[in-house]
């Protein structure tokens, strides 16, 4: 069965850095996009950033847009995301997301997410 | 940015009733809407894609409509596990979530 199983999160001060990464397994993983989503606590949802199979199209949020990068490698079954100059508005459960099988902009598996708070 | 807005931001209903949920978008989107059911403590699920086409394992009571930016989820009689938050969420520029609707129980 797919699953993806988010890591690296944590208690980071403003200005800092923090590196996601999400393990999958049960699926080709170098067939689907996958996305970094966040989730603010008690707040809604917001997709943070994208990535086509091959890692050629990415897309970001204009809120973390030359802050953070998102990268693929298909050889280890991962993808990652490097958060740079954390702010204290970037504290949510992020979680990774596969694609489905017919679109690629909608996610139809998640990972139970990654806490990040970012405080001083 | 394409900007989601849903409505209303709490729908109060009873078991049975009927359930219209609503979602604007800035710009027209086409037909590149899906919408999510999430649950307290819950990952989200996706329930229906492209404007009206239900997900894998997603009940008949589900159905979505609309497109350019005018979009609703009616879930035709409301079971005790519908009580949630509802998003929706666009794929025709990036990708961006509305505010959520959330369904409870009057």
């Known amino acids: 069965q797919v699953q993806l199983v988010e890591s690296g999160g944590g208690l980071v001060k403003p200005g800092g850095s923090l590196r996601l990464s999400c393990a999958a397994s049960?699926?080709?993983?170098?067939?689907?996009?996958m996305s970094w989503i966040r989730q603010a606590p008690g707040k809604g949802l917001e997709w943070v950033s994208y990535?086509?199979?091959?890692?050629?199209?990415?897309y970001y949020a204009d809120s973390v847009k030359g802050r953070f990068t998102i990268s693929r490698d298909n050889a280890k079954n991962s993808v990652y995301l490097q958060m740079n100059s954390l702010r204290a508005e970037d504290t949510a459960v992020y979680y990774c997301?596969?694609?489905?099988?017919?679109?690629?902009?909608?996610?139809?598996?998640w990972g139970q997410g990654t806490l990040v708070t970012v405080s001083s | 940015e394409i900007v989601l807005t849903q409505s209303p931001a709490t729908l109060s209903l009873s078991p049975g009733e009927r359930a219209t949920l609503s979602c604007r978008a800035s710009?027209?989107?086409?037909?590149?809407l899906a919408w999510y059911q999430q649950k307290p403590g819950q990952t989200p699920r996706l329930l229906i894609y492209?404007?009206?086409n239900r997900a894998t394992g997603i009940p008949a009571r589900f159905s979505g409509s609309g497109s350019g930016t005018d979009f609703t989820l009616t879930i035709s009689s409301l079971e005790p596990e519908d009580f949630a938050v509802y998003y929706c969420?666009?794929?025709?520029?990036?990708?961006?979530f509305g505010g959520g609707t959330k369904v409870e129980i009057k």
């Open positions: 049960g699926f080709i993983f170098s067939d689907y996009y």
């Open positions: 710009q027209s989107v086409s037909s590149y």
């Open positions: 969420q666009q794929r025709f520029n990036r990708l961006t």
């Open positions: 997301a596969r694609a489905t099988g017919y679109s690629h902009g909608y996610a139809y598996y």
């Open positions: 492209d404007a009206s």
């Open positions: 990535i086509s199979s091959s890692g050629t199209t990415i």
